[in-house]
């Protein structure tokens, strides 16, 4: 059974930077599609960004141009690097992986941009 492990989260200032992590266990990270989703308070669960097996990215536009979505097959690792926040990028996010049908989320780690 896969986990995903998240790390990063916190509280920071609007305009400053976080970096999460979300580390995968198993054999089957290398092959599956990556991805991030936040929910804040009244929303729906929205993708943020996601990576491919090959490496092609998306985007949310809210975030287009502040974050970046990697990948590191050597440590079954997904990155969201996230840089110029904002006060509305509060959420909670959450880590995905799906490979075919197999879907796994992480525990969801709190990011809180105060103003």
């Known amino acids: 059974q896969v986990q995903l492990v998240e790390s990063g989260g916190g509280l920071v200032q609007a305009g400053g930077s976080l970096r999460l992590s979300c580390a995968a266990s198993?054999?089957?990270?290398?092959?599956?599609?990556m991805g991030w989703y936040r929910q804040a308070p009244g929303t729906q669960r929205d993708l943020v960004a996601h990576?491919?097996?090959?490496?092609?990215?998306n985007y949310a536009d809210s975030v287009k141009g502040r974050f970046t979505i990697s990948r590191d097959n050597a440590k079954k690792t997904v990155y969201l690097q996230m840089n110029s926040l904002k006060p509305e990028d509060t959420a909670v996010y959450y880590c995905?992986?799906?490979?075919?049908?197999?879907?796994?989320w992480g525990q969801g780690t709190q990011v809180t941009v105060s103003s």
């Open positions: 995905k992986l799906v490979l075919g049908v197999y879907e796994r």
């Open positions: 198993g054999s089957i990270f290398s092959a599956s599609t």
């Open positions: 990576i491919s097996s090959g490496g092609s990215t």
